[in-house]
């Protein structure tokens, strides 16, 4: 490589990014919007769930019961006098689930034996459905404690629950989720940056003329990552930056860490959008071929909100094949658990696998000439 010409490649680069907003928007304004649309509209949580409750007959009792239903911040809560008015709510939707007392609910609970309680969900979403009932056993378990504390009596149970949660002890989906809302912001910008750049230069016919000069394949290639490189990272740290103050995730890894892996895969990513561009020089068609093979891939196959290890077998394998699954991995466990070397340096080698594959492709597909 000639580093005069290299140096004149990526000036004229970086110049072109200065005049083009395009650029600075995909870089900068998209992962700004997506974040925010993502990271307040895409929760695992369930919250302020509707639900009915029905007394047969109200007591001190029920109400104690019931108590632990209105002050959750997990359920809205609505009375009903009875189980037929309920069961109408919950057919339409009104109520995701019903909490059932009978009438000898009171003399069952004062005599210590035992008082059924029926709970009837709305499983049409069976994720939701197993979520409330989660919290359904909650409020039930507060109140059986309660009562014992009352009666002045240790809690007898035949099992003994003590659960502890590492990593994520306050059980907030975002904090899951948003790391790997990073990796998916990621993908796009990279695949989109260099694609849809690159095809530009086709449309307009500049890249003729760079065809035409003394420049190598080389030394276009080079000078087309390393100032999409930058930016890329600077979008990157802006979504990072979002993610600890506005969304208050915490972070716990090292920072080199996260730098060094989101280069890695940043690398991956504008590879594969310069893969798109010699493929189709249309802007038009390169986005969409961006999406579809890079966005919509990390979106369902990275485990970023679907489990990979319930999917079957050959999907699964697949998986091994979308750098973001790694990225994601990596992310989640820099942001939750630290420095977990073991997961850190398995995805950090596979990811620098795949982005030598995508730019050892491109520099050998890569020739000057407009056929």
Same mark, same amino acid.
């Given at each position: 490589?000639?580093?005069?010409? /290299?140096?004149?490649?990526?000036?004229? #680069?970086?110049?072109?990014?200065?005049?083009?907003?395009?650029?600075?928007?995909?870089?900068?304004?998209?992962?700004?919007?997506?974040?925010?649309?993502?990271?307040?509209?895409?929760?695992?949580? $369930?919250?302020?769930?509707?639900?009915?409750?029905?007394?047969?007959?109200?007591?001190?009792?029920? &109400?104690?019961?019931? &108590?632990?239903?209105?002050? *959750?911040?997990?359920?809205?809560?609505?009375?009903?006098?009875?189980?037929?008015?309920?069961?109408?709510?919950?057919?339409? !939707?009104?109520?995701?689930?019903?909490?059932?007392?009978?009438?000898?609910?009171?003399?069952?609970?004062?005599?210590?034996? &035992?008082?059924?309680?029926?709970?009837?969900?709305?499983?049409?979403?069976?994720?939701?459905?197993? =979520?409330?009932?989660?919290?359904?056993?909650?409020?039930?378990? *507060?109140?059986?404690?309660?009562? $014992?504390?009352?009666?002045?009596?240790? /809690?007898?149970?035949?099992?003994?629950?003590?659960?502890?949660?590492?990593?994520?002890?306050?059980?907030?989906?975002?904090?899951?989720?948003?790391?790997?809302?990073?990796?998916? =912001?990621?993908?796009? %910008?990279?695949?989109?940056?260099?694609?849809?750049?690159?095809?530009? #230069?086709?449309?307009?016919?500049?890249? #003729?003329?760079?065809?035409?000069?003394?420049?190598?394949?080389? #030394?276009? /290639?080079?000078?087309?990552?390393?100032?999409?490189?930058?930016?890329?990272?600077?979008?990157?740290?802006?979504?990072?930056?979002?993610?600890?103050?506005?969304?208050?995730?915490?972070?716990?890894? &090292?920072?080199?860490?996260?730098?060094?892996?989101? $280069?890695?895969?940043?690398?991956?990513?504008?590879?594969?959008? /310069?893969?798109?561009?010699?493929?189709?020089?249309?802007?038009?068609?390169?986005?969409?071929? $961006?999406?579809?093979?890079?966005?919509?891939?990390?979106?369902?196959?990275?485990?970023?909100?679907?489990?990979?290890?319930?999917?079957?077998?050959?999907?699964?394998?697949?998986?091994?094949?979308?750098?973001?699954?790694?990225?994601?991995? %990596?992310?989640?466990?820099?942001?939750?658990?630290?420095?977990?070397?073991?997961?850190?340096?398995?995805?950090?080698?596979?990811?620098?696998?795949?982005?030598?594959?995508?730019?050892?492709?491109?520099?050998? %597909?890569?020739?000057? !000439?407009?056929?």
């Amino acid at each position: 490589m000639n580093a005069q010409r /290299l140096r004149g490649l990526i000036r004229k #680069e970086a110049l072109q990014i200065v005049r083009d907003p395009s650029s600075i928007a995909i870089a900068f304004v998209m992962p700004l919007v997506l974040l925010l649309l993502f990271g307040y509209g895409v929760s695992l949580d $369930a919250r302020h769930v509707p639900i009915a409750l029905v007394a047969e007959r109200p007591s001190a009792q029920t &109400s104690g019961f019931f &108590s632990g239903f209105w002050r *959750s911040p997990y359920f809205k809560a609505y009375g009903y006098p009875d189980m037929r008015d309920a069961r109408r709510a919950l057919m339409r !939707r009104d109520v995701d689930a019903i909490v059932w007392l009978r009438s000898d609910f009171t003399r069952q609970v004062l005599r210590g034996a &035992s008082a059924p309680i029926g709970v009837i969900v709305d499983g049409v979403n069976a994720n939701n459905a197993r =979520i409330i009932e989660g919290y359904v056993q909650g409020v039930w378990a *507060s109140w059986l404690a309660a009562q $014992a504390r009352e009666r002045g009596q240790p /809690l007898t149970l035949p099992v003994d629950i003590r659960s502890r949660v590492w990593f994520n002890p306050a059980l907030r989906s975002h904090d899951y989720l948003v790391p790997g809302l990073i990796a998916l =912001i990621m993908t796009l %910008i990279g695949a989109l940056l260099t694609a849809l750049v690159v095809a530009r #230069e086709w449309e307009r016919g500049t890249m #003729e003329s760079l065809m035409a000069s003394p420049a190598t394949i080389p #030394e276009i /290639l080079v000078g087309k990552v390393v100032p999409y490189f930058f930016l890329g990272m600077g979008g990157m740290i802006l979504t990072v930056v979002m993610a600890i103050t506005v969304f208050s995730v915490p972070f716990v890894g &090292s920072l080199w860490l996260l730098f060094a892996a989101a $280069a890695l895969f940043l690398l991956t990513t504008l590879g594969m959008g /310069l893969l798109i561009s010699t493929i189709a020089r249309n802007q038009f068609v390169a986005g969409m071929i $961006a999406v579809v093979t890079t966005y919509l891939p990390a979106f369902i196959l990275s485990g970023f909100i679907f489990d990979i290890h319930s999917m079957p077998w050959p999907i699964r394998l697949l998986t091994h094949t979308i750098a973001a699954r790694y990225f994601v991995a %990596i992310l989640q466990t820099l942001f939750l658990a630290g420095n977990v070397w073991p997961v850190i340096g398995g995805n950090m080698a596979a990811l620098g696998l795949i982005a030598l594959l995508f730019l050892g492709l491109v520099a050998r %597909i890569s020739r000057k !000439r407009l056929d």
